[in-house]
């Protein structure tokens, strides 16, 4: 079983509409998740960083973490043509030594179609 | 300007050929890493440097060599290119203090390996 899954897609959804993106995760030490968007030819951006379980909000995207289940969540709301790009889901453990390491999932490509 | 840019954006070389892919930083970070990415596997580490002196193997160092020249650059070498190290090539950047682990990329190095 791989670290971290994330359904590659691709998934294509109209513009407004409400986006899910999920990854799951098999390691219980990861405690900082992130999602990193990263356009055609470009490197990944950092897009939403959470600490444990829980939602964070920033604008119309909005994390969530649910640590019991391993499986966390990005959400987009009212969808647009640019966040046309492949998401990655990102975690790390919590230690002094290790927290540098982070353990990516393989990205889901999202395309919004006007 | 941006914060993290690697050297060259692109490359094809030919089997046997050594080469070095460049990156530079101006975030003050200390910590620098070498991923690849590949279509279906994801982004995967081959060596991380916590500062000028320390140099660490990552997943996947075989076949490649770095240095970390000065706190802003940090080198990745093919000692002896073959085919299946084409791959597009990321740096990133990261602070040790703050408490987020978040990792800056760069634009990426595209290499073809013939």
């Known amino acids: 079983q791989k670290e971290v899954e994330q359904d590659p897609g691709p998934l294509s959804v109209p513009e407004g509409a409400i986006v899910s993106l999920n990854c799951t995760y098999s390691n219980s030490a990861f405690q900082y998740f992130m999602w990193y968007r990263q356009y055609s030819r470009k490197g990944p951006e950092l897009l939403m960083y959470?600490?444990?379980?829980g939602n964070k909000e920033d604008g119309r995207f909005t994390a969530q973490v649910d640590k019991s289940s391993k499986y966390i969540s990005l959400f987009i709301r009212d969808s647009q043509p640019s966040d046309s790009a492949t998401y990655l889901c990102a975690m790390s453990p919590y230690s002094g030594a290790g927290s540098y390491q982070l353990t990516f999932g393989k990205g889901t490509k999202l395309s919004v179609i006007p | 300007d941006a914060d993290v840019t690697q050297t060259p954006r692109n490359r094809i070389t030919k089997t046997g050929k050594r080469i070095m892919l460049e990156c530079s930083q101006t975030k003050g970070h200390d910590r620098m890493y070498w991923y690849r990415q590949d279509p279906g596997l994801g982004l995967r580490l081959i060596y991380y440097?916590?500062?000028?002196?320390?140099?660490n193997k990552g997943e996947i160092s075989d076949g490649y060599s770095v240095s970390r020249q000065a706190q802003a650059k940090f080198s990745l070498s093919l000692e002896s290119a073959i085919p299946n190290q084409t791959a597009l090539y990321f740096c990133?950047?990261?602070?040790?203090?703050?408490?987020?682990?978040?990792?800056?990329f760069g634009p990426g190095t595209r290499l073809l390996v013939l």
């Open positions: 959470t600490y444990s379980s």
């Open positions: 990133a950047t990261s602070a040790s203090t703050g408490g987020e682990e978040t990792q800056y």
């Open positions: 440097s916590f500062d000028v002196k320390d140099i």
